[in-house]
């Protein structure tokens, strides 16, 4: 992928770059509020009818257990499967997976809304395509596929036999050369090893809307969605809406999937929007059969490999995604740590960046004048911000249902979100909306795992609190996954390493490592897996020196939780080159002299 010149762009695009940087602080400020912290909820204590599980017959209960295992892991979605099967091939075979959901499949267990898929391409997302012998229906899975797939991969590897459901983990405690991993059943299980995946998209967040306890009409959670008031299933059919008015709150990655099929039922569905998303053009189609046929062994691989290269700005012999996301990945250098660019000058690829995106985002909006017929709603559907301040997302169908007269678009920037709620309607700007029914798209927590959080507490090696020993000097790890003092502790994530866009892709990278260095503990006869403190300080500085100022970026952005609401938290512990050369350096450091740093003890 050639990058161009300087001086061509700005001949090109220079006249309109400062009329849009005001126009982006103008629609900033509009958008932020002092407010922050308690902008939304958890949906748990008086809200937690809003993350109760659906799928699971309430009631359950079952005795508790006192065992001994070789492995615990901490959440059932791809993380946890995926750690799940890459232990298995390393030759453990008690590994109970512990996960407070009915089944396997972390988000996608959860989210069951109508329209849901990924939005990352199936051939690459979906993870162990190969090694379960399944190839994606559709180029971008929906949803039921994708849990269907998690499931799969929990027979394949015979993750079920061993599995906690309906069960959560509230302590891990070191004692005596194993873990003891307490859960909400009373249960004490002893583990040699436990790898912690509890994810960050598993909490349910609420907005905080004043008289939200007021509304007399129904109301839920997309994470939990009510298909017994609306009808239908993911696909559509949502015959119980056909006399409602429906309000759908939020337009981040979830409204986007689930306004298009609301409007297509709903008596009348108002859309409520702080700030619009960036929709670029999905085109899903069906896998095509004599494609699939072709592929040799080791396609997978390849492919999430090249799909990885090129959003991080590689260049490659060939795009073999070639999608939305591909076309974009120079200018997500702001979302996805890379080294593409280090051989031009900081400064001029700042600038080269900031012309690719203008051309980007200038390219969004006229697809929204293009498709929404009514120009005042096309004016509220067009993004003013840099492209990598929100999580891009693609729909063949959202901006095309605000061209039906039945949808009604809402947009409460000015008016610092829902003003309120009240028996019957919902409130901005003073003008109230009556409705039957109000949904929140308002996604999950982000970023934050129940461990770095202290939802988890972590006791090790003399009883240390894993957070309070990271509170001077912040979290200390190698590579990410293990620290001094927590033996065969290991963390999958985004702490410390390098994460992107097809997280599914870093999980399994992140899974192989974990396993490998149990593996070859095993085979040595070693009993612990432990960093060093010289390890840990290394990695820490490689992490300081290396990881990107992205903070004034973070600080221009519309408020949204790329930047916490528009108050950045700090620099982000990222590896500065990006994901794949920090794979690279994992496997370097596994085959060669690196693993010593971490076996202690025969």
Known sequence: MSIPRLSELSARLGADLDGVRERYRAERERRVRTDTSTRYRRAEGE???????PYVESGFTREPLTDRVDAVVVGGGFGGLLAGARLRQAGLERIRIVEKAGDFGGTWYWNRYPGIHCDIESYVYLPLLEEVGYMPRWKYAPGEEIRQHAMAIGRTFDLYTDALFQTGVRELRWDDGEWIVRTD?????????VVVSNGTLDHAKLPRIPGIEDFAGHTFHTSRWDYGYTGGDPGGGLAGLADKRVAVIGTGATGIQVVPA?????????????????????????????????????????????FQAVVTGHATD????????????????????????????????????EFLDLEKMAEIRARVDRVVDDPATAELLKPWYRYACKRPTFSDEYLQ???????????????????RMTERAIVVGGAEYPVDCVIFATGFEVGMSDVMTGRLPVYGRDGTNLLQ??????????????????????????????????????LDEQAIHVAEMIAEARRRGVKSIEPTVEAETSWAETIGRTSPDREWFDAECTPGYY????????????????????????????????IEEVLRGG
Do not use: C
């Not at 059943?185 to 090893?193: F, N």
């Not at 409520?272 to 080791?298: C, H, I, K, M, Y």
């Not at 702001?334 to 690829?349: F, G, L, M, N, R």
């Not at 620099?571 to 794979?583: K, L, W």
């Open 47 to 53: 809200w937690g009818y809003y993350a109760a599980d």
């Open 185 to 193: 059943r009373d249960d004490e299980v002893r583990a040699t090893y």
């Open 262 to 306: 609301v409007a297509r039922d709903a008596e009348h569905l108002y859309v409520f929007q702080r700030t619009p998303s960036t929709v670029d053009v999905r085109d899903n189609r069906p896998t095509d059969p004599e494609w699939a046929a072709s592929l040799g062994p080791g396609w997978h691989t390849r492919r999430r490999e090249n």
């Open 318 to 353: 060939e795009d073999l995604v070639a999608d939305a996301w591909t076309a974009s990945g120079q200018v997500l250098g702001k979302i996805i740590s890379t080294d593409a660019h280090d051989d031009v000058d900081p400064d001029e690829w700042e600038q080269i960046e």
């Open 401 to 419: 249902a605000f061209n039906r007269p039945n949808v009604t678009l809402v947009d409460t920037a000015d008016h610092g979100g829902v003003e």
């Open 469 to 506: 020993s990271w509170a001077v000097a912040g979290p200390r790890t190698l590579h990410g996954f293990t620290s001094n003092g927590f033996p065969n502790l290991f963390h999958l994530g985004s702490l410390q390493n390098a994460p992107s866009v097809n997280f599914t892709h870093v």
């Open 563 to 594: 930047n916490n609401e528009g108050r950045p938290r700090g620099p982000r512990q990222t590896y500065g080159p990006g994901p794949g050369p920090f794979q690279r350096l994992l496997r370097e450091w596994r085959s060669g002299d690196g």
